[in-house]
């Protein structure tokens, strides 16, 4: 149940209206990285794990919550930049206070070109945010990664507000006005703690490396191909102990004599590592159980009802 508070989560405010900034900030509000992208991919990952994994659930929704209201700021941010546009747009006999707004003709030719290069901003909306990026193209359900497995889901969800953190630091240079920066560091700092938020939560699935459930192929798994010319580079990626429990890196020097001997890695051991194909394939059927346990055991074929009004939600949050 959604219930909506007038107030803002922040106090945005601005100096006065910037409708160059305004159009850029419109990427937080419906592009690739903006906050709908966030708030929708975070609730419809929510749904998955309402009864196998209700911590998890409880803070998808809760995210995804601040998410909304993370729109609202920006929407709200973009409205008060257009401040004076909407009325004079919608006066149509005189144009005169918005030029003298924009202070002369060249402000005019800058804010005719990025109506242009925008249409839906200004054209169409007059004053308010549209549900666009900032070159007008339309937001897409095809920003929203949900994969059903809270292992994957949660890394997406760290790349995402790694994005919104980045694109709200590019953004502040292009404003002289500390009252938006002021909102910007907020939204930008909320990126930073939900990133935290998401790494905890990850390390909660155990075990979460790799992703989903079935295992890498031990023979491919801990090989690390030079394909570069020049100098060998070597680091934590392609040398000593990798991200898995047990094992080291084998570094292939000479990928083409490596693929050529193998037959094309079929002929291929396992190096790197004393996990063997019957292994993988034991813990895969492990696994594979315990995960389908953790669904089955909270699915019912009687009738259902998503929530317990009279007992699960009485009093308290759980």
Not at 6 to 14: D, I, M, P, S, T
Not at 186 to 191: G, H, K, P, Q, V
Not at 297 to 313: H, I
Request: with cysteine; proline share 6%.
């Amino acid at each position: 149940m959604f219930h909506h508070v007038k107030e803002l989560q922040f106090n945005a405010r601005v100096s006065g209206p910037d409708p160059r900034f305004a159009r850029m900030l419109l990427d937080q509000f419906g592009g690739p990285n903006g906050e709908l992208k966030a708030a929708m991919q975070y609730f419809v990952q929510a749904f998955g794990c309402r009864r196998p994994y209700p911590r998890i659930y409880d803070m998808l929704m809760d995210i995804a919550t601040e998410e909304f209201s993370h729109l609202e700021i920006v929407g709200a941010t973009i409205t008060m930049l257009l401040e004076g546009v909407n009325g004079e747009l919608k006066n149509a006999a005189e144009r005169s206070d918005l030029m003298r707004m924009l202070k002369g003709k060249s402000e005019r030719e800058a804010l005719m070109n990025e109506a242009a290069t925008s249409p839906t901003f200004l054209i169409e909306s007059a004053g308010g945010p549209t549900v666009t990026d900032s070159n007008g193209y339309p937001w897409n359900g095809m920003y929203v990664n949900a994969n059903g497995d809270p292992s994957v889901d949660l890394r997406s969800n760290i790349a995402a507000e790694s994005r919104a953190k980045i694109v709200y630091e590019y953004l502040s240079q292009f404003t002289d006005d500390p009252l938006v920066k002021e909102t910007l560091d907020f939204l930008m700092t909320r990126e930073v703690t939900h990133f935290q938020c998401f790494s905890a939560a990850l390390s909660e699935v155990v075990p979460n490396f790799p992703p989903g459930v079935l295992q890498a192929n031990p023979k491919y798994s801990h090989t690390y191909f030079n394909l570069s010319n020049g100098q060998d580079v070597r680091g934590p990626w392609n040398q000593g102990q990798g991200p898995w429990t047990e094992g080291q890196w084998v570094y292939i020097s000479d990928p083409v004599t490596q693929v050529r001997s193998t037959r094309g890695q079929l002929d291929q051991r396992p190096e790197g590592t004393s996990f063997t194909e019957s292994d993988v394939q034991k813990l895969n059927s492990q696994l594979s159980e315990k995960k389908s346990d953790e669904i089955n055991s909270q699915s019912s074929s009687k009738e259902q009802q998503w929530s317990a009004y009279d007992t699960e939600f009485a009093g308290t949050r759980k």
